[in-house]
């Protein structure tokens, strides 16, 4: 049944400060909404159990994407859109821009933010594989100050996350430390355009050259829709240090693969189907890495 827009209240304060004091005085009771793409489904769906929205859409503290030597941060509020057009993140943080790119459609871009994303946690959602590659980090802001936290481990469990009542997450960080990597990005959906993932992955590779031939230096593999939440690989990173990309270690790989991640079937898929996809794409992307030539 839908929604009753004579049930809900909407304010927007117009500035970051004022909406941080009305989440403080209120912990809880305000629900963020920015683009509105995944409220505004709940909402239209008569599934929204918050009743009082406090607007952030336009606050210009997080739309900018700020560009420092050592690292982007970029403001939780921008679009998809924005971010697929940026020169930096295309040619630094391309697995980001393939994101941005596969996410929904034109529209939708336009609309949804890299921090609604982040806080709507879906399992299927494009971004977070990204980020997590990156080993991006949050700048959480409230009335109390700003922190700043991993994203590798912001995600606890299903919809759960390091995030308190009162904070909204301010920028996201990417360290720019990626230039001589391999980035691969595979979203598998029923087709190319409009897709929610079965499976998703987001991947960055580095080899080097040693007196026993071209080794991996370093690997990370992050997939999504596959769990609860995003997941890196670890153990499949650690036993591919160090060592050359042969058919021994692609095989290894898928099997270690499909042992870690923990699929459902659902109406997009089948944990089995999943299960073989995500091995197949972590061994594509170790054979693309072998013949990449990207070294250290
Ligand atoms: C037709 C359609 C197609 C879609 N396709 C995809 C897809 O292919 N891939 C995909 O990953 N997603 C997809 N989505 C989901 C959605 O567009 C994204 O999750 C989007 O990034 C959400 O951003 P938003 O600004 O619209 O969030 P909102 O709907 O405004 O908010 C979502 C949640 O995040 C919170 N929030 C938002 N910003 C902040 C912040 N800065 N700090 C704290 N909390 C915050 C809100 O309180 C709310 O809980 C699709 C949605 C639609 C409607």
Redesign the pocket.
């Known amino acids: 049944m839908r929604s009753d827009p004579a049930d809900y209240e909407l304010i927007a304060p117009g500035s970051l400060q004022a909406v941080v004091s009305v989440l403080a005085d209120e912990p809880g009771k305000w ?11 709940q909402y239209a769906a008569g599934r929204l159990p918050a009743r009082k929205l406090i607007s ?1 859409w336009n606050l210009p503290e ?1 739309r900018a994407i700020e560009i420092l030597p050592e690292e982007i941060r970029i403001g ?2 921008c679009s998809y859109t924005e971010l697929r057009e940026h020169s930096v993140i295309a040619q630094e943080f391309p697995l980001l821009g393939s994101a941005a790119r ?3 459609g034109i529209a ?1 871009q336009n ?7 982040i ?2 946690a ?1 399992p ?4 977070l594989p990204a980020l997590m590659a990156y080993e991006a980090e949050l700048i959480l802001v409230s009335r109390r100050g700003e922190r700043r936290v991993p994203y590798l481990d912001f995600h606890t469990d299903y919809k759960k996350m390091k ?1 308190a009542p009162d904070e ?2 301010r920028a996201i960080c990417l360290g720019r430390r990626f230039s001589n990597y391999l980035h691969y990005a595979r979203k598998v959906g029923a087709r190319d355009a409009q897709a ?1 993932s079965k499976v998703c992955v987001a991947a960055l590779g580095r080899l080097k050259g040693g007196v026993a031939g071209t080794v991996i230096d370093d690997v990370r593999i992050a997939l999504g829709s596959v769990a609860p939440v995003p997941l890196r690989l670890t153990e499949v990173e650690r036993i591919a240090k160090g060592k050359p990309v042969e058919p021994e270690l692609v095989q290894l790989a898928r099997k270690m693969t499909s042992a870690a991640i923990q699929p459902i079937d659902d109406i997009r898929s089948t944990a089995r189907y999943r299960s073989a996809v995500a091995g197949n794409l972590v061994a594509e992307f170790l054979e693309q890495l072998r013949g990449s030539g990207m070294t250290v």
């Open positions: 629900l963020p909404i920015a683009g509105g793409t995944d409220v505004m489904v952030i997080l939780a509020g596969s996410t929904g939708n609309r949804g933010t890299l921090g609604g994303n806080v709507n879906s299927a959602a494009d971004s995030l909204l997450i929610i």
